[in-house]
């Protein structure tokens, strides 16, 4: 019997050349954290994050000479099939340069842009565009009066200002938004996505804020918005890690695979080792995840600690590794294809991976 997620049916929007919301697929999208002064290291940064399948790339704008760096690799055709978001906080003006200067979304929280005066020149500014703009409110930069008005209830304070700002952004008739409602506590941030999306019918992008190293953010991040994810709500993440932007991307896409919400890239199964394991399987896994992680075809690879149990246990996967004391066995669908010298492993390993995408 199936067994499927039913996602709610938000309202679809444009961002760039990509559809969001309604049944369009959840979107991963990340952030980069080189600073935008050296260009050439960010290009770097974003060609790596393109060619990790990060599908809506956002960059912190400083000052007006962020925008024109920015507006330098839109000219380039960088982003030509990655939308790029301009973050923008506390200088509405910025935003509006950003825009002008032809990024696809500006992320701003009016709450700290100067107020719904100011958030109304930026809207006008996308519409005239045809951009889109993501309200991004979070715990850290949440307009005190909202917090003063619910007894610092920091989950009850995000809700409001948000709907606040919905409700400002239809009465000026501008539709192609997406929300956040990020808090760095997991409970608080499942609490505020739930009741939003109870409420409006707009796309929501995901997402836990200032999540952690890469291990406790991956962690909280899953937590989080696998509840959300498991009940229909979320039509775009991003997993914010103190660590390699790829990471992000990375752990986002596991996330959605886990809940066959996508179905992208490499799925790695490995054993948890036990005394059976006959040579060092954590560096082996390490080391093919580091190989396959471009991979973009849907892919299981399982890597398991001993030829007795290994094969067997790892049927489901595409192609394998079973270890054995000088040997490994590389397998299909659970079937040996062939014995190779542990050395080997890896130059044999990706010859049959070749030829199975
Ligand atoms: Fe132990 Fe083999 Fe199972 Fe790995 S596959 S946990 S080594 S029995």
């Not at 992320?107 to 020149?121: F, H, M, V």
């Not at 709907?163 to 997991?186: G, P, T």
């Not at 394998?320 to 492993?345: H, S």
């Amino acid at each position: 019997m199936e067994f499927n997620i039913k996602r709610k049916l938000t309202k679809e929007i444009t961002i760039g050349q990509k559809k969001l919301g309604a049944d369009n697929p959840i979107l991963v999208q990340s952030m980069t954290k080189t600073k935008i002064e050296n260009l050439s290291l960010l290009k770097n940064e974003i060609l790596s994050l393109i060619n990790a399948g990060c599908e809506i790339i956002r960059i912190a704008i400083t000052d007006k000479n962020s925008v024109i760096s920015i507006s330098s690799l839109i000219k380039e055709g960088i982003f030509k099939d990655v939308p790029v978001v301009a973050d923008v906080q506390f200088d509405y003006e910025l935003a509006i340069l950003a825009l002008d200067f032809g990024v696809d979304c500006v992320r701003i929280n009016p709450g700290n842009i100067g107020g719904l005066e100011k958030t109304a020149q930026v809207i006008e500014k996308a519409k005239q565009k045809k951009a889109c703009i993501r309200i991004g409110v979070n715990s850290g930069s949440i307009d005190k009066k909202y917090l003063k008005n619910n007894q610092n209830d920091i989950k009850t304070a995000i809700v409001e200002s948000t709907l606040e700002y919905v409700r400002f952004f239809e009465k000026m008739k501008f539709y192609n938004f997406k929300i956040s409602a990020k808090a760095s506590s997991v409970m608080d941030s499942i609490y505020a996505y739930k009741i939003l999306s109870d409420k409006i019918n707009y796309p929501l992008h995901l997402g836990i804020t200032e999540a952690g190293s890469r291990f406790d953010g991956s962690i909280k991040s899953s937590v989080g918005l696998g509840v959300l994810l498991y009940e229909g709500i979320g039509d775009t993440l991003r997993v914010s890690l103190t660590d390699d932007s790829i990471y992000e991307v990375k752990a986002g896409f596991q996330i959605l695979n886990s809940l066959n919400l996508r179905n992208y890239g490499v799925n790695i199964i490995s054993c948890p080792t036990c005394g059976r394991t006959k040579a060092d399987l954590k560096t082996i896994v390490n080391k093919i995840e580091e190989l396959t992680y471009d991979i973009k075809k849907p892919l299981k690879i399982a890597i398991m600690g001993c030829i007795v149990n290994g094969p067997g246990e790892a049927k489901e996967a595409d192609i394998g590794i079973a270890l054995g004391n000088k040997k490994a066995a590389i397998f299909v669908k659970g079937k040996v294809l062939k014995r190779v010298e542990i050395d080997d492993v890896f130059i044999e390993f990706q010859k049959e991976i070749k030829k199975l995408l």
